[in-house]
């Protein structure tokens, strides 16, 4: 089995991700899917690569998945492979709000 690291696309987001009290919902819905994808990867709905986010593409993602969080919330991440042994899931964002995800998106 490969092993998998976690990392946030950027400093801004891990810090946003950092600064949520441990007792936060969210916080806690993030690291539940976090220990969900370190058991398996491809834990989340893929994204169709036509509906990945210019934003997204722009920084290298090649592919995504979302999770629910709670009826109105997402987290989108996506896995890359760089070592034999290693995956790597990238946290790319997360949406408190549903109509943040639609816009994201283009759904709206």
């Known amino acids: 089995m490969k092993e998998v690291n976690i990392k946030f696309i950027n400093d801004n ?3 946003e991700y950092l600064s949520l009290q441990d007792n936060d919902r969210i916080k806690k819905k993030i690291n539940w899917v976090i220990e ?5 990867p491809a834990f989340g709905q893929p994204i169709a690569k036509n509906l990945i986010p210019e934003e997204y593409k ?3 993602v090649k592919n995504a998945f979302w999770v629910e969080l709670s ?3 997402r987290l989108i991440y996506s896995l890359t492979s760089e070592e034999i042994n290693k995956i790597t899931a990238i946290i790319l964002e997360w949406f408190a709000r549903h109509k ?3 816009r994201r998106f283009g759904y709206s």
């Open 13 to 15: 987001l891990e810090n």
């Open 36 to 40: 969900k994808i370190k058991q398996k």
């Open 58 to 60: 722009k920084q290298g």
């Open 71 to 73: 009826k109105s919330q």
């Open 100 to 102: 943040d995800y639609e």
